[in-house]
Nanobody, 124 residues
Framework: QVQLVESGGGLVQAGGSLRLSCAASGRTFSSYAMGWFRQAPGKEREFVAAIRWNSGSTNYADSVKGRSTISRDNAKNTVYLQMNSLKPEDTAIYYC?????????????????WGQGTQVTVSS
């Protein structure tokens, strides 16, 4: 059974930084893609970033490009999302997801496994 456990969320002032972690277990992820999504109150879940586990290829949403970096630690089976220059509009629950596809896709439906989410709140 695949398990994804997020951590690292919290309250931060605008302009600050956070690093989210996603610990994955239950299978070998080396051939697949991992993604970060977020969902703000009253809004649909949206793509943030994705990474192909074996090659390290990445994809970012325009809203976070240049401010965020997705990375992975193969030995720890962990994916990270470093977020800098945070804005109040980044406030949301952030979810880690794993896809059976090897491509760094941005669609919610492309991902098969989801974590429970971690809250990120950015104050102005």
């Amino acid at each position: 059974q695949v398990q994804l456990v997020e951590s690292g969320g919290g309250l931060v002032q605008a302009g600050g930084s956070l690093r989210l972690s996603c610990a994955a277990s239950g299978r070998t992820f080396s051939s697949y893609a991992m993604g970060w999504f977020r969902q703000a109150p009253g809004k649909e879940r949206e793509f943030v970033a994705a990474i192909r586990w074996n090659s390290g290829s990445t994809n970012y949403a325009d809203s976070v490009k240049g401010r965020s970096t997705i990375s992975r630690d193969n030995a720890k089976n962990t994916v990270y999302l470093q977020m800098n220059s945070l804005k109040p509009e980044d406030t949301a629950i952030y979810y880690c997801a794993a896809s059976n596809s090897p491509y760094v896709l941005s669609a919610v439906r492309a991902y098969d496994y989801w974590g429970q989410g971690t809250q990120v709140t950015v104050s102005s």
